[in-house]
């Protein structure tokens, strides 16, 4: 995307924030390909619930700040951004817990953190040079939700629109979509997933000229 001028001296960290299943996961794997970059999901770092009885697991509220474990994320995004390597934590949807395994993140020139509140937190927001809002109605969402939790997460058709209806977008209306004021760019989530990670790097280039030129 460009040449080696326009290189970041240190990396250059893209969010990418939304409701749950506008598409923050497509866009992240489009613009990880795209730029060769390391995509850093906020959904690993819930926190580990495995004390809990898996029916309390199940009826916890997922969609609130507070379900996730911040103060870990945000040290990794720091690392990150200051070239260092990270272990991320592996999270089981299936059962609620975080594994006892990691995963090893090397840094990189460009970094994608992908997730819910991804514009929420004011410190986070500062790291970041091009903030992404990916938005889609509530409608589309639950029709792609009932589709990835059923075929990747074992859950049911009526347990996905039950939670959808008591947590998921409430807590997205509460949230995740007064963020969108934060974002640089707008995305909808129904677009040619090339034409939205287009426009992504056409404002990363934007920003890198920017870099450049001071």
């Known amino acids: 995307m460009t040449d080696s001028k326009e290189r970041p001296a240190r990396p250059y960290l893209i969010g990418v924030a939304g409701p749950s299943c506008a598409g923050k996961t497509e866009l ?11 995509v850093l999901p906020l959904d690993c770092y819930y926190f580990d619930l495995s004390d809990r009885p898996l029916e309390e697991r199940a009826r916890f509220n997922f969609d609130e700040p507070n379900a996730l474990d911040y103060g870990l994320f945000l040290k990794h995004v ?10 991320r934590p592996v999270y ?3 059962t609620h817990s975080r ?3 990691v995963e090893q993140v090397p840094p990189s020139q460009f970094i994608v953190v992908e997730g819910l509140f991804i514009l929420y937190w004011a410190d986070l927001r500062s790291l970041l040079r091009t903030k992404v809002f990916v938005d889609l109605p ?3 969402c639950l029709q792609r939700r009932i589709m990835r939790d059923v075929n990747e997460r074992g859950r049911t058709p009526e347990s996905v629109r039950r939670q959808f209806a008591e947590t998921v977008q409430p807590m ?3 949230h995740v979509r007064p963020t969108r004021a934060f974002a640089d760019l707008v ?3 129904d ?6 990670v287009d426009t992504v790097i056409a404002h990363v280039e934007l920003g890198l000229r920017n870099l450049n030129s001071r």
């Open 187 to 189: 995305i909808a989530g």
């Open 78 to 87: 720091r690392a990150l951004s200051a070239g260092l390597a990270i272990e």
């Open 191 to 196: 677009n040619p997933i090339q034409k939205s």
């Open 92 to 94: 089981d949807f299936a």
């Open 138 to 140: 509530d409608g589309l």
């Open 99 to 101: 594994t006892s395994k």
């Open 28 to 38: 992240s794997r489009g613009l990880a390909t795209q730029l060769s970059a390391i």
């Open 172 to 174: 997205a209306a509460l």
